[in-house]
């Protein structure tokens, strides 16, 4: 006998927190998960003897399938429903850990790692759509916040399965795959607190690449950020005089920013308009980038990457609460997936982008390429802000 899905006008406030628990959970498992497969494929590939470039490509295969995937994920939502989707994603994902290591080879890894790109790409989208159904709007900020929170601590997490397991033999894809299998539980204890059907306007997925650009912008600029720093914020404090070490803390300095600060960004988004915080935490965020060059390498760089990563990281939680706030049912889902995809597209080009703004302007070109996109991000969502859109677009 399967249960009967529930939506929230039916759901009491402790179902309510059930539900969002669990979407968190089955999140926050796969987000350490995700940040253990990263480097150990990365260093799997090095000991093949595959080179450097091939990697990357091959790393590339999880943006590329979050571009693909993303448009059929309202129909997919319609086609299987919340929950059953979720746990199909999830096995599927554990499969493919199982299937890197039974099948060494580099070019059957592009096919294995499209796929479970796509399976990670749902798992995400259906997840932050489950949380943004439950969630009321009066505690949209702070909810969507800790969702952020919680993540990105197992994303620091993961890297501490291969200090346990190694990189070698099939311990550390065994782990992996029972880490995916794991975040089952919370899915099927409590995914029956989850809105489905097909009630929404009816517009097709990429109509909401345009119906919301404040928040589908955002993601886009995010992905863009997330993606250059992560992969060439290192590189760039070499190259300004910072030892390996200190270069290697940036990251640490990015990520704890992002752990610290979506909580008061969240409450805050609770307290004032939502476009007017999207503009304030890239214009913050973005005039620091932009005086990275003064104070590369000197005392105030740490601290300033530390405030850099928890401000624009804010684009990303506070562009999910924008479509919460606007949108429901199956046009939730909808907007979720370009929300997704701009970011899966961001991430794709980011890296790329600001790798050639080093090259062709030194090292400094990183900070004024990534600062240029955030503050002409910052200016736009002021601009939102100042002219809202009579049809309630965002």
């Not at 950020?225 to 404090?237: I, T």
Request: glycine share 12%; hydrophobic share 55%; aromatic share 10%.
């Amino acid at each position: 006998m399967t249960d009967q899905i529930l939506p929230p006008t039916m759901l009491s406030p402790r179902d309510r927190r059930l539900g969002i628990i669990a979407a968190i959970a089955c999140l926050t498992v796969v987000g350490i998960g995700l940040a253990a497969v990263m480097p150990l494929l990365a260093l799997s590939m090095d000991r093949m003897g595959v080179r450097s470039g091939l990697i990357g490509f091959n790393s590339a295969m999880p943006a590329l399938a979050g571009i693909l995937t993303t448009p059929l994920i309202p129909w997919l939502l319609r086609r299987f429903g919340t929950r059953n989707l979720l746990l199909v994603s999830i096995v599927t994902s554990a499969a493919c850990m199982i299937a890197y290591y039974l099948l060494p080879n580099i070019w059957i890894w592009f096919p294995i790692r499209l796929l479970n790109g796509a399976t990670l790409t749902v798992i995400f989208v259906v997840s932050e759509t489950w949380i943004n159904q439950l969630a009321p709007d009066h505690l949209r900020g702070r909810l969507m916040a800790i969702y952020a929170t919680v993540l990105s601590i197992g994303f620091a997490t993961g890297p501490f399965v291969l200090m346990v397991a190694g990189s070698e033999g099939l311990l550390p894809y065994a782990i992996i795959a029972g880490l995916l299998i794991t975040a089952c539980v919370p899915v099927l204890a409590a995914g029956h607190f989850v809105e489905e059907g097909d009630h929404g306007s009816g517009k097709g997925f990429s109509s909401f690449l345009f119906v919301a650009p404040t928040a589908t912008i955002a993601a886009l600029a995010f992905g863009m950020l997330e993606a250059g720093s992560m992969n060439l914020l290192p590189l760039y404090s070499l190259r300004v005089g910072m030892s390996e070490a200190g270069a290697t803390a940036t990251l640490s300095m990015f990520a704890l920013g992002n752990v610290l600060c979506q909580m008061p960004i969240g409450y805050a988004a609770d307290r004032i308009d939502r476009r007017l915080l999207l503009g304030l935490c890239a214009g913050f965020g973005g005039s620091l980038i932009l005086m990275m060059p003064l104070f590369a390498g000197g005392s105030l760089f740490l601290p300033a990457i530390f405030l850099i990563g928890g401000t624009v990281t804010g684009l990303y939680t506070l562009g999910l609460t924008l479509l919460g706030e606007r949108f429901k049912g199956i046009d939730l889902g909808a907007a979720n997936a370009a929300f997704v995809m701009m970011y899966s597209f961001g991430a794709l080009i980011g890296p790329a982008m600001g790798g050639g703004a080093m090259q062709i302007y030194g090292p400094h070109g990183l900070p004024t390429f990534l600062g240029g996109v955030t503050v002409a991000y910052a200016l736009f969502a002021l601009w939102r802000w100042r002219h809202p859109p009579r049809s309630g677009a965002l």
